[in-house]
C-alpha cells in the first residue's frame, strides 16, 4: 500500500505529460454537466405541472359529451328543463340577436323604408342565411307593402308571416305506418348523423316504441362502436357486420332482423365521405335497393342531416343528396352554434323539401320535431 502511495505522484505526473488525465478531467465534467441538465429539466417539468391552470369544468363537458352520448335508462325521456318554446328561442339565439339588431337598425327612424333601408333588410337577411333567392322575393314584397311598414314591429312581423309561407304545402314524410317503419340517414362526416341516430332512437323508446339501429358505416373507424354505445343507452336493438362489410348487406339484414323480431321503427346509419361522393351515391342507391327487396315501399323516410353552421354549403348538399337518394326530409343539427339559422327557411325555399328535425343543443332532448309556427316565432 505504501508503495502505491509512493508511486501515485509519479504516475500522475506520466499521465499529465500524455494528455491522459486531461481527457479524463473533461470527460467526468461533461458528465456531470449532462446530469445537471438532466435534473434541472425533470425539476421545472415538475413545477410547471403543478402550477399549470385546471381546464375548466365546463369545457371538460362539452369535451365529454361530445365523445359519449349522456347517460340516459333505456327507453325513457329525460326530464325537461325547459319548455320547447323557452329550448328552441336559446338555441336560436344568435341567430335572432343578430337578425333582429340588424333589421331594427335598418328601419329609418322617419319611419320610410328608403332604398338604403331596403339595403340593409335585404344585407340582414342574406347574412343570416336566408338566401339570395327568397331574400330577393321578400324585399320585393316589403316594396310592394312599403306603405303599411312604418316600424320595427310591422316590418317583423310582415317578415314573420312571409316567411312561414316558405314552409307551408312541403310534402312530409310519409308516416309509420305498418311495421317496420324504415328510416334511412344519410349526411357528410362530421354533421352530426351518429348523435342524430341515437337521438332518434331515444325519441322512439320514449315513445313506446321499439327500435333497431343498422350500422352500414362499415368503412369509417369507430363507426359501427359509436352507434352501439348510442343504441345501448337508447334502449334499441342493433345489427352490424365486420368491419369494411357491404353496407347494402348490413342493411338487408337489419331489416330483416327487423321484420323477425316484430320492431316498430329500423333505422340505417350510412358512410358520409363527400370525397369520394361518385363512389357514396352509388353506394347509397344500392342500400336503398337493398332495403326494397325485403320491404318494396321502403325505406319511408330518406333523412338528410345537415349542419347548420356551413350555412350556403348546406343547400349544395342537399342538392347532391337529393338528386342521388331521393330525399324527403331534412335534419338540421348545430342550430344552437350559429347566427346563421336562416338556412332552413334557404334550403326549404330552395329544395322544396320539409325539416323533419331540428337540433337546437346538446341535450338529448335538444333534437326536436320542426314546428315551423314555433320557428318562425324564435327566429325573431
Not at 336559446?90 to 340577436?97: A, E, I
Not at 312561414?164 to 311495421?179: I, Y
Not at 334511412?184 to 339501429?213: C, D, P, W, Y
Not at 342550430?335 to 323533419?356: E, F, H, R, Y
Amino acid at each position: 500500500m505504501q508503495g502505491l502511495l509512493t508511486d501515485l505522484p509519479e504516475k500522475l505526473d506520466r499521465m499529465l505529460a500524455g494528455g491522459e488525465l486531461t481527457w479524463i478531467i473533461i470527460a467526468a465534467a461533461a458528465a456531470a454537466l449532462v446530469i445537471i441538465i438532466i435534473l434541472l429539466f425533470l425539476f421545472f417539468r415538475r413545477k410547471q405541472k403543478k402550477t399549470a391552470p385546471k381546464e375548466p369544468a365546463e369545457t371538460r363537458r362539452a369535451e365529454q359529451q361530445a365523445v359519449e352520448p349522456p347517460e340516459v335508462e333505456p327507453g325513457t325521456v329525460t326530464p325537461k328543463t325547459h319548455g320547447l318554446m323557452d329550448r328552441l328561442k336559446s338555441g336560436l339565439g344568435k341567430t335572432r340577436h343578430s337578425l333582429t339588431q340588424r333589421l331594427e337598425n335598418a328601419v329609418s327612424e322617419k319611419g320610410v323604408l328608403d332604398p338604403e333601408a331596403l339595403e340593409d333588410i335585404e344585407e340582414a337577411l342574406i347574412t343570416a342565411d336566408v338566401g339570395i333567392e327568397t331574400t330577393t322575393e321578400l324585399i320585393r314584397k316589403i316594396r310592394e307593402n312599403g306603405p303599411g311598414i312604418s316600424n320595427f314591429d310591422e316590418l317583423r312581423s310582415f317578415l314573420k308571416q312571409e316567411i312561414a309561407k316558405v314552409f307551408k304545402n312541403l310534402e312530409e314524410p310519409k308516416p309509420a305506418g305498418r311495421k317496420p317503419h324504415v328510416i334511412m340517414v344519410v349526411g357528410v362526416n362530421g354533421v352530426g348523423k351518429t348523435t342524430t341516430i341515437g337521438k332518434l332512437a331515444h325519441r322512439f323508446r320514449g315513445e313506446g316504441q321499439s327500435v333497431l339501429v343498422g350500422a352500414a358505416d362499415t368503412f369509417r373507424a369507430a363507426a359501427v362502436e359509436q352507434l352501439g354505445i348510442w343504441a345501448e343507452r337508447a334502449g334499441a336493438q342493433m345489427v352490424s357486420h365486420r368491419e369494411n362489410a357491404d353496407p347494402a348487406a348490413v342493411a338487408y339484414d337489419a331489416v330483416e332482423a327487423a321484420i323477425s323480431r316484430d320492431i316498430d321503427r329500423v333505422i340505417i346509419d350510412t358512410a358520409g365521405r363527400l370525397h369520394t361522393k361518385t363512389n357514396l351515391m352509388e353506394q347509397l342507391k344500392k342500400i336503398k335497393r337493398s332495403i326494397s327487396k325485403k320491404i318494396p315501399d321502403a325505406p319511408h323516410e330518406v333523412l338528410l342531416v345537415l349542419d347548420a353552421t356551413t350555412g350556403q354549403n348546406a343547400v349544395s348538399q342537399a342538392k347532391m343528396f337529393h338528386e342521388g337518394t331521393g330525399v324527403n326530409g331534412l335534419v338540421l343539427t348545430k342550430l344552437d352554434g350559429t347566427a346563421k339559422g336562416g338556412i332552413v327557411v334557404a334550403i326549404c325555399s330552395t329544395m322544396k323539401l320539409p325539416v323533419s328535425y331540428i337540433g337546437v343543443g346538446e341535450s338529448i332532448e335538444d333534437l326536436q320535431p320542426f314546428d315551423p309556427d314555433r320557428f318562425v316565432e324564435a327566429l325573431f
